[in-house]
């Protein structure tokens, strides 16, 4: 673009031209001028209001022309439909002793059996559901009429269009995302599974008396700040390994999973992750251990007012393997969250857009963005939830 706030004539001439072939079936010409760009939209045009509109909301629902788009966070845990379908119906395998060789017991006169059943235990997970999200935008006739005017006059029309609606859809990926993750959260704390207590952990260890907010105070977070670094990438290191440790394990369906250090996700307070990054980076020479994993920081877990605090009522998958519906919590002091790719996410399907017929009354078309979003919690998979407390 040629600048930050302002689309070009190039710009505008190959939205034209993009939407122009939507609507005529025919390839997209240059254009040299704007002379050439308003004789392209009253051909346009020719073909009908509505068969233009339609190809517009078609080809800015899948693209962002804006002058500030936003961009979503935790966009790490988006599944694409691939991974999602790996998703819905998961089997795991649990670990069986091993056999025991028969040679060195061998009998005159008896036989082994070769033929011996020996089945896998199988753990299979389901996950159910989804969400509608659903924008409606108002396209009045007169202002089709004023955007093929000139490449300005349309470049002006697509980001007005484009930058409210896809701004909305990005947050409601977070907002679905930020509920994926304050579940996850909620499930762990309620069944009190793998959480973390850092500050009672280092004072255990130093023999302070330190609290939630003096650790942050300037005499103690220097020394904080290296233990906490080094506590988290124990950590990772711990989840690294093949066991049952930071899962629910379901009861007769136990299973040994590992998480690599390339799928660690770790959503970290961002007030301590700069101070680690701050301190400890800056007094060693050594590569930051928390590169080798997707590290994320997080500016607050659910309202930015009280950015430290999730509220949830948490559904968490128990020992039998059943669905616990937990009670109201608040969860205060919130540092972090590590977990395997798998343990969560969301994914986005049955995207679609529609223009009602023109409403000859009004002068208008009514043009709706739907899709439906996904997500799951699967605590068989390893995650840690890191207290400040």
């Not at 679905?176 to 993750?181: E, F, Y």
Request: proline share 3%.
């Amino acid at each position: 673009m040629a600048g930050v706030n302002t689309m070009s004539f190039e710009d505008a001439s190959g939205i034209l031209n993009n939407v122009r072939k939507q609507v005529t079936g025919e390839d997209p010409i240059a254009i040299l001028d704007e002379t050439q760009f308003v004789s392209v939209a009253t051909t346009l045009l020719q073909a009908g209001y509505e068969p233009v509109l339609e190809a517009i909301t078609q080809m800015v629902s899948r693209t962002i022309f804006s002058i500030r788009p936003y961009n979503r966070k935790f966009a790490g845990i988006k599944m694409d439909s691939e991974q999602w379908g790996a998703i819905v119906r998961k089997l795991s395998i649990a670990d069986k002793d091993w056999e025991t060789d028969v040679r060195y017991e061998l009998v005159d006169g008896e036989s082994v059996d070769m033929y011996r059943v020996n089945k896998p235990e199988i753990l299979q997970t389901n996950f159910y559901g989804f969400n509608t999200f659903d924008k409606m935008v108002t396209f009045f006739r007169d202002q089709l009429d004023s955007a093929f005017k000139s490449s300005s006059d349309f470049g002006r029309f697509v980001a007005m269009v484009t930058q409210n609606v896809s701004d909305m859809i990005e947050q409601a990926f977070e907002s679905i995302a930020r509920m994926t993750i304050a579940n996850f959260i909620g499930g762990k704390v309620a069944s009190n599974n793998s959480v973390i207590h850092l500050v009672t952990e280092y004072n255990a260890e130093t023999g302070l008396s330190l609290t939630s907010q003096t650790i942050f105070a300037p005499e103690n977070i220097n020394d904080f700040s290296k233990w906490c670094y080094a506590r988290i990438t124990t950590l990772m290191g711990l989840m690294s390994e093949r066991s049952q440790e930071f899962q629910i394990n379901v009861t007769g369906k136990e299973i040994n999973r590992h998480t690599p250090y390339e799928l660690q996700k770790v959503y970290m307070y961002a007030p301590l992750l700069n101070e680690m990054r701050a301190r400890v980076l800056a007094d060693t020479f050594h590569k930051d251990m928390l590169e080798k994993a997707d590290v994320e920081e997080v500016n607050y877990w659910q309202s930015i007012k009280t950015p430290e605090q999730i509220k949830v009522k948490p559904a968490y998958t128990d020992a039998n393997g059943q669905v616990v519906d937990g009670a109201e919590m608040t969860i205060e002091n919130l540092a972090g969250v590590l977990f395997d790719r798998d343990a969560l996410g969301y994914t986005e399907i049955h995207r679609w857009t529609a223009t009602t017929p023109f409403n000859v009354k009004g002068g208008y078309w009514n043009t709706n963005w739907v899709f439906d979003l996904r997500w799951y919690n699967d605590f068989t998979e390893k995650g840690i939830v890191l207290m400040l407390d």
